[in-house]
């Protein structure tokens, strides 16, 4: 048997559906914003971002809990709390990684 060494995570084991729902608010904000306009967000760009994640993920509860959507727009309220979760780790990391360099954060 051939040997190798082994990942300390399985990206075989996302739910494709997950990632192909990610990917198509990845694209809504490319053509809407330009791609990765997110990259260039400031502090205040960051806290606006999570405050509108918390609105996904409220009319999410509320819609669990009532069955009912809480507006008319119909709209990927779950891929979108994603798309703020991973963009946020991404900038973390950046900022991580310029902090440890000597660099400024983003």
């Given at each position: ?5 082994k ?9 494709f559906?997950?990632l ?6 990845f ?39 009532t069955?009912q ?5 119909e709209e ?5 709390v ?25």
């Amino acid at each position: 048997m051939a040997s190798t060494d082994k990942e300390p995570f399985s990206l075989t084991e996302i739910p494709f559906e997950s990632l192909r729902r990610l990917g198509l608010v990845f694209r809504e904000g490319a053509q809407k914003y330009g791609k990765e306009n997110w990259r260039g967000g400031d502090h205040a760009y960051q806290i606006e971002r999570a405050n509108h994640a918390l609105k996904h993920l409220l009319l999410y509860v509320h819609a669990l809990e009532t069955g009912q959507r809480y507006t008319d727009v119909e709209e990927d309220d779950l891929a979108k709390v994603m798309w703020f979760c991973a963009t946020q780790m991404e900038i973390e990391r950046l900022e991580k990684r310029n902090v440890h360099s000597g660099g400024i954060t983003v």
